[in-house]
């Protein structure tokens, strides 16, 4: 009877493991390979999949918020008035470490969307082409590749050092060019700043040949990549290498010679007749790349521009009093300090150029071409060591734009070259306060981070001047270095 019931049991279990022997050899979980090219089987889902590259930087962790307020409080015109750790205090202050909050989500973002760049290019090159054509396979990987460049000119910016401090020898970050699809050891050096560089350059080249010169509606042409958002981009790259002649190269393609300044090629990016337009009608063609937001698509808690700078929301930082909006120079009746708001009830003067409270749907600002102006403008000079006739023009257009009653003139500036270069500089001040560029013109031009409401300078020579490596990379990646 024993003997009986034991075969059975043994049948039971045999049939069992018949039954469930996959269990042995089970699917991935740690794999999003491309399933013998399904992602890739139809227009559809290939469209689908570069807007879903768009989502990766439109992340509040990213270019749809916390990237450029990183880049704007780290500075000087800025006043932290919580002392929240999550929100950017420890920038502020210059104490981040390699376990703080900003510096492994902005780490970990640009990597999630970079491996989706890279899996998205090797899978059309495998398998979408032939699905799509060449000449949409072209733009597509085109916008793949000028996404993957910006999230690496963001690591750059904040976690290296400047390439003028020794031509790039620095060390950059890794360098990672093909898709991580499934469970492996990644580990990877850094390579150099000026490898890091070169890919960025190469990459937004590649963008400048495959994307489109327009799409059929202003919207798209806002919040998707186009041959001039490629060429603007560039002119921003170029100016952090110091590379000026390259700068008017590129900004040569897309800004005529004479004012009104417009581009004569592609989208007809030119300045709005008033500043205020910009931060009402997402879509002029000053926006040359802008992070789009709805009820039903928000940025997210702790991460929209509103939320940090505006009184209406929870109002992390206010403005330095002794900051930019102490500039004698700047008028009071220059339309760019309506954005300012003193709030008597506490004290204290806030940027209202993201006015929408929770859900903070305005939109993130990117790119204006009001910085493809300026950005020609200061290599014109810096490039002729003159008192360049047409970066005065330039400088008038984005200063007159806001204030009709100032005109910069070559005699104006005593100083020389100088001064112009100062005069530029402290418009772009203006123009892009609470946008996400003064960190970058800081960096770039190796100056300290000035002292700022009782936190003291700090020179480049520190070791808080830049962001360490994210401390999961370094838990992960045994060859990061830093």
């Keep these: 009877m024993n003997k009986k019931f034991i075969f059975l049991i043994g049948i039971v279990l045999l049939s069992s493991y018949s039954c469930k022997k996959s269990l ?19 227009l559809a889902r290939i469209q689908a999949q570069v807007l879903g590259l768009y989502t990766t930087i439109r992340n509040g962790q990213s270019y749809g918020g916390r990237y450029q307020i990183y880049n704007d409080v780290k500075v000087d015109n800025w006043i932290n008035a919580t002392a929240n750790s999550v ?13 703080s909050s900003e510096v492994i989500n902005l780490w970990n973002q640009c990597y999630i969307s970079i491996n989706d760049c890279n899996l998205f290019i090797d899978g059309m090159q495998t398998s979408g082409t032939a699905v799509s054509g060449a000449a949409l396979s072209a733009n597509y990987i085109a916008e793949a590749k000028f996404i993957r460049a910006i999230n690496y000119y963001a690591l750059l910016n904040l976690y290296c050092q400047p390439y003028a401090v020794n031509a790039g020898a620095s060390p950059g970050v890794p360098l990672r060019l093909t898709g991580n699809s499934s469970y492996a050891d990644f580990a990877l050096a850094p390579s150099t700043v000026t490898q890091v560089y070169a890919q960025v350059i190469k990459d937004l080249n590649d963008a400048e040949t495959g994307l489109p010169l327009t799409y059929g509606d202003a919207a798209t042409i806002t919040t ?43 989208v007809a990016n030119a300045l709005q007749a008033s500043i205020a337009n910009v931060f009402k009608t997402y879509t002029t063609t000053e926006s040359i790349l802008s992070m789009p937001f709805t009820i039903t698509e928000t940025v997210g ?15 992390e930082f206010y403005l330095n009093p002794e900051g930019v909006i102490a500039d004698a120079r700047w008028k009071a009746t220059d339309a760019r300090r309506a954005f300012i708001s003193f709030v008597t009830a506490k004290g204290h003067s806030y940027l209202t150029k993201w ?21 020609l403008a200061e290599a014109r000079v810096r490039s002729t060591n003159t008192l360049d006739a047409q970066a005065i023009a330039l400088l008038n257009a984005v200063r007159q734009r806001s204030d009709a009653t100032t005109t910069f003139t070559a005699a ?26 003064r960190w970058n013109d800081i960096w770039r031009l190796q100056l300290p981070i ?23 990379e370094q838990q992960y990646n045994n060859l990061i270095g830093r």
Excluded: C
């Design 24 to 42: 042995l050899t089970p699917v991935s979980q740690t794999s999003v390979a491309a399933v013998g090219g399904a992602p890739f089987s139809t």
């Design 87 to 99: 929100t950017a205090y420890q920038t502020w202050t210059s104490t981040v470490n390699s376990t």
């Design 224 to 266: 998707r990549a186009h041959r001039n958002t490629a060429i603007a981009f560039k002119t921003r790259v170029y100016l952090a290498m110091q590379q000026y002649t390259n700068v008017i190269t590129e900004a040569n393609k897309i800004v005529s010679a004479t004012a009104p300044f417009t581009a004569t090629t592609g």
């Design 301 to 315: 808690t702790q991460n929209a521009f509103g939320a940090y700078y505006n009184s209406v929301g929870t109002a």
């Design 355 to 375: 006015p929408l409270a929770a859900p903070y749907i305005d939109w993130a600002n990117v790119m204006r071409y009001s910085e493809v102006l300026l950005n």
């Design 412 to 437: 104006g500036f005593t100083g020389g070259v100088a001064d112009l270069t100062a005069a530029i500089l402290q418009e772009r001040n203006i123009e892009f306060l609470g946008e996400g560029l």
């Design 450 to 472: 000035p002292a700022k409401g009782g936190v003291t300078a700090v020179p480049i020579n520190s070791a808080s001047y830049i962001w360490p490596m994210s401390g999961n």
